[in-house]
């Protein structure tokens, strides 16, 4: 069974800086391109990064790039999200989600953990 | 204003047909292939549809998805009651270089 599990999200002043983690098993993480999706309480979803299978590539959404940086260590199973210059509309339930495996990176995600809560507020 | 369009609520009784539309351009839905999800209150998003018409297992196959040109649509037929949720499509966009999301649709059982 998939599983992935958010960790990180606490209360942060704008300006300031956190990282977001995601531990996965039940499946071969190196195969699978992994995404960082949000949502603000009441609203829709939001796409903020996705990486690639090997961490070779990575995509952002405009209003993340240059402050957010999305990785992974396949050796430990995990993903991140390091988030920098933080501001107040960066509020959100941040899940971690599976993608398609290897060069199909071009689609949505297809398995979803609980999410983690970050609070940017001053 | 998201860069798929999606109806923000639709309705329909038990038993009754209902669909969904997701309306996007030739640079995501017309190009890209189209997910649908699930969202009941308070969970996460879950896989509806993939590959614009295709079910993950354990998806009823009540949910059945389309795409046309630029357009998509998710149908649900004989709805149940449990079927109220709210539901996003959503595609990879070439020109944005990213994945969008409609706005999401909420769907009620009458």
């Known amino acids: 069974e998939v599983q992935l599990v958010e960790s990180g999200g606490v209360g942060v002043q704008p300006g300031g800086s956190l990282r977001v983690s995601c531990a996965a098993s039940g499946f071969t993480f190196a195969e699978y391109n992994m995404h960082w999706v949000r949502q603000l309480p009441g609203k829709g979803l939001e796409w903020v990064s996705v990486?690639?299978?090997?961490?070779?590539?990575?995509y952002y959404a405009d209003s993340v790039k240059g402050r957010f940086t999305v990785s992974r260590d396949n050796n430990r199973n995990s993903l991140y999200l390091q988030m920098n210059s933080l501001r107040t509309e960066d509020s959100a339930l941040y899940y971690c989600a599976r993608g398609a495996r290897y060069y199909d990176i071009l689609t949505g995600p297809e398995d979803w953990g609980q999410g983690t809560l970050v609070t940017v507020s001053s | 204003q998201s860069v798929l369009a999606q109806p923000p609520s639709a309705s329909g009784t038990p038993g009754q047909r209902v669909t969904i539309s997701c309306s996007g351009s030739s640079s995501n839905v017309g190009t890209y292939t189209v997910n649908w999800y699930q969202q009941f209150p308070g969970t996460a998003p879950n896989l509806l549809i993939y590959n614009n018409n295709k079910r993950p297992s354990g998806v009823p196959d009540r949910f059945s998805g389309s795409k046309s040109g630029a357009s998509a649509s998710l149908a649900i037929s004989g709805l149940q009651s449990e079927d109220e949720a709210d539901y996003y499509c959503a595609a990879w966009d070439g020109s944005l270089n990213g994945l969008v999301f409609g706005g999401g649709t909420n769907l009620t059982v009458l």
């Open positions: 990486i690639s299978w090997d961490g070779g590539g990575t």
